[in-house]
């Protein structure tokens, strides 16, 4: 069974539509980065599958079941956006009133272990207004997990976090996932950080989504490729395909050619001279996470 699974989910706000017919899987055990630019839908998509939004049409199935059902809703941990804290309470007092209203058997037992998890064991009776942002992330994230969810939905948890404040969110984010089975879907504009944990990938462009992937496709994607520009490219393609069988070969909609799995530029050079094939462009490009999911996002990313 998929933690999470959409179909055909839409929501629009008065004559704008926020999500478009929008397809989503997520596998249990999954850490899913959901990439998108600024508006494209992330939040709202993430709202929909907390319960927190209704969809204007479609079907959002958390565990096989809408994430409004009480035994569904308690099985979801929410940070979406800011933390809601209270700024006057301690850390320690903001998870209690949650863990009672949750009905937790042993609520103060709960809230110590969740601030000693997130790292703010020692300061859990220090007001949350004094925290500091990445302290604020952490104590939301301990927040989310009251109640031990089988699904975290992170909405941009890495925002504004110094270096080792994004290092130590994404250590428990992993830490979860690998030791208690959490599913977490985290959406975050630092690719860089989504790469070091995500197994699978979704792209929302204006609404839709775009394409789902693993991360053994991301990575076979993201390698280095040498870029093949000719008048003929089809016969080239042919040329090249034959004569070098160990390499994967892409025709691109500008007709240049991608090679990949090690070409040799002068190698491939000479084969295509010899079957009096001109080359116009012949150079090694290297591929970063950021420059893939730029093109799939269809505007230039902000990190």
Do not use: W
Not at 49 to 63: K, S, Y
Not at 178 to 201: D, I, K
Not at 273 to 290: C, F, M, N, P, T
Request: proline share 3%.
């Amino acid at each position: 069974m998929d933690a999470v699974r959409t179909c055909d989910l839409t929501k629009r706000f008065g004559g704008k539509t926020a999500v478009d017919r929008f397809g989503m899987r997520v596998g249990k055990g999954d850490i899913y980065g959901f990439v998108g630019r600024n508006g494209a839908g992330k939040t709202t998509v993430m709202r929909m599958l907390a319960g927190l939004a209704e969809p204007t049409g479609g079907e959002v199935r958390v565990f096989g079941a809408s994430p409004k059902e009480a035994g569904t809703a308690r099985r979801i941990g929410v940070l979406i956006e800011h933390p809601g804290l209270y700024g006057s309470m301690s850390a320690y007092d903001n998870l209690m009133m949650k863990a009672l209203a949750l009905g937790l058997v042993d609520p103060k037992g709960k809230s110590r272990e969740l601030l000693e998890f997130v790292g703010l064991g020692q300061v859990g009776r220090m007001k949350a207004k004094r925290f500091s942002l990445g302290m604020k992330q952490r104590l939301g994230l301990a927040l989310a997990l009251l109640g031990d969810p089988d699904l975290l939905l992170l909405d941009e948890p890495l925002n504004g976090l110094d270096p080792e404040g994004v290092q130590e969110v994404r250590r428990l984010i992993m830490q979860l996932n690998e030791q208690r089975g959490v599913t977490v879907v985290v959406s975050s504009h630092a690719l860089e950080q989504l790469g070091r944990m995500a197994t699978r990938y979704g792209v929302i462009r204006e609404g839709r989504m775009v394409r789902e992937l693993t991360a053994a496709d991301v990575e076979r994607e993201c390698s280095d490729f040498l870029q093949v520009e000719t008048a003929n490219p089809k016969r080239a393609l042919a040329v090249l395909q034959e004569r070098f069988p160990a390499l994967r070969f892409q025709a691109m909609p500008d007709a240049s050619l991608r090679a990949f799995g090690g070409a040799d530029a002068a190698a491939v050079g000479a084969a295509l001279a010899e079957q009096g094939i001109a080359v116009s462009g012949l150079y090694a490009h290297k591929r970063d996470l950021e420059e893939f999911f730029v093109e799939m996002m269809g505007a230039e990313h902000r990190g």
